[in-house]
């Protein structure tokens, strides 16, 4: 069972419009992210495309609304030069963006791999250094940040990073940073991040253009074997996108061979027997039966429109609370996690009209989208938002006794899960539904070393959840337009 997504592919024109849309779709990508949490971690990637990348980045208007003090540069290898040789990643990086951004990227927020000194006098030593400096800024219980964005150039013989076909680092499973002495491409010497930091990226992007790309990018996405193409290990927890060119696409089939992106990428999964394909066609197949209120599609419409992260419920989801609500003739509701109140809106039209949601917001933003939607759907006179730290707010709820609440709905940072769990059963009564969103994560909620800190925050959560004696519960997997994930239902005693 694959614990990582399925590729998605975007093919351009050419290469020129490739990394403008590149460079567009990561300023996009961050200034989203940055709305509800930081810092964000990037690693770039050299080549042509990488760095003409960069410079679209710095030639873009929109790089302005990035908070590039809230952001960290990695790189995914490097030549082992000297500091300031021109083929060096970080100098043709800092020459196309970083020395563009100026103060607005603190130095101390860019780390790249060291150079060849008398302090680092081998390729060794800099791997070793730059092991050094993952662990240095990773949180706690991991040995590295993980990667919000990772991006990697796609070589003609499938390699990605410093990883090439036949050799021994492409099968490395435990050390985070390798040392390659005698690289097929000049310079022989090379520091390269290794498949654990890859495949512990959130996002991971692969970019190729040129017909000389074509045979690796076909095989990859074919799913041949790391040890000769590498590229097709690259892959992210939440995403694995590969931005291609129509010349480096052309020995795809039709199915993965989407349309040129002018002026809007066509974006496809490999495959059209894809699952996913298949759970969200079923989804669309059974709307009939949920039958979505115009009030909950105008409260989703908000939130698009605002911005806010696509991560709210469906109206399968949102259907299945509004249900669970009724059943335990719910009227006191809380939640845990708002965003732009979709969940909130099939809460709040369960309970009656005298009865109450009380939903935890982290960001006043998304607040204020929220009430402002809710307030509309004519259901805002029974919705009590509160902004804060949601464990804040949660401790608050108990010193004022403000329970008992009849229904729970849990989907918040999985990080503190298990605190918040453990407040919701406090904030109960005997018979007290509480619902937990999210725990399954592609089934990476299986892998004890997991390096995502919020399949470790799940894991957490479940090993609490089998020893609580004031709970009887039950964790179901599930599919849909949401992709592969599931739900914990918790009764308390």
Known sequence: ?????????????????????????????????????????????????GIATLRAVAASPARDAVDWSQVHLWWGDERFLPDGDPERNETQAREALLDALGEALPAQNVHPVPPLSDDVPDVDAAARAYRAELGAHAPDGLRAPVPDVLLLGVGPDGHVASLFPGKQTVHEQRDLVVAEHDSPKPPPER????????????????????????????????????????????????RTLWLVDVAAAQDLPAADAAAPASPHPVETAPGSADLAELWARVDDYTRVVVAEPDEAAAVAAAAAQAGLPDIAVSP?????????????????????????????????????????????????????????????????????????????????????????????????DKQQLAAYTD??????????????????????????????????????????????????????????SKGYDGFALLRVR
Do not use: C
């Open 191 to 238: 520091v390269s991040l290794t498949f654990p930091v890859i495949r512990s990226a959130r996002e991971v992007w692969l970019v190729a253009a040129g017909a000389e790309k074509a045979p690796a990018v076909a095989r990859a996405l074919a799913g041949d074997d790391v040890t000769g193409t590498p590229a097709a290990g690259a892959q992210g927890t939440e």
């Open 423 to 480: 407040r919701a059963v406090a904030l109960s009564r005997p018979g007290t539904l509480v619902v937990v969103d999210n725990v399954v994560r592609r089934g990476g909620v299986v892998e004890a070393d997991h390096p995502d800190e919020r399949v470790q925050g799940v894991r957490t959560f479940v090993e609490q959840l089998a020893r609580d004696p004031r709970v009887d519960a039950t964790l179901l997997q599930t599919v849909g």
């Open 1 to 49: 069972m694959s614990t990582h997504a399925s590729p998605d592919v975007v093919v351009h024109p050419d290469a020129e419009v490739l990394a403008a849309a590149t460079a567009a779709r990561l300023l996009t990508r961050l200034v989203d992210l940055q709305s509800h949490r930081a810092p964000l971690h990037v690693v770039l990637t050299g080549g042509t495309v």
């Open 316 to 412: 399968h989801q949102g259907r299945l609370l509004e249900l669970l609500a009724r059943a335990v003739d719910a009227r006191r509701v809380l939640e845990i996690g708002t965003l732009g109140g979709y969940s909130t809106w099939w809460l709040a039209q369960a309970v009656p009209s005298d009865g109450s949601v009380v939903t935890l917001e982290l960001s006043e933003a998304h607040a204020a989208v929220a009430r402002a939607s809710l307030d509309a759907a004519g259901v805002g006179d029974r919705v009590d938002v509160r902004v804060g730290p949601a464990l804040e707010s949660l401790d608050a709820l108990v010193r004022d006794g403000a329970g008992p609440f009849d229904l729970v709905f849990v989907d918040a």
